[in-house]
């Protein structure tokens, strides 16, 4: 288990991919091929192990603006219920 020095309250801190693992030049490839082949995703937040390590908007969306994201949820939902049975949190 990770621990982390912090919890987030009303924003992330942010730290550099590399220093929690990740390479750059694959966000940069990821970010390059939204912009030529998903020309419908408005923005992408990853964070890694506490930490914001991209942050990035697309079509000239911004972190305030909102989406319609219709069944997503459910899918988001489902899986995070998966973890927690698989962690022990639910029974």
Not at 15 to 32: C, F, H, I, R, W
Request: proline residues 3%.
């Amino acid at each position: 288990m990770i621990k982390r020095e912090y919890w987030p309250t009303h924003e992330w801190q942010k730290s550099e991919p590399a220093s929690v693992g990740m390479d750059q030049g694959k966000l940069l490839n990821l970010e390059q091929m939204i912009n030529s082949q998903y020309r419908n995703i408005n923005g992408i937040v990853i964070i890694r192990n506490g930490f914001m390590v991209y942050e990035r908007y697309f079509n000239g969306n911004g972190p305030q603006d909102t989406c319609h994201v219709a069944s997503v949820t459910k899918s988001i939902i489902s899986a995070l219920i998966g973890i927690a049975i698989d962690a022990g949190h639910i029974k």
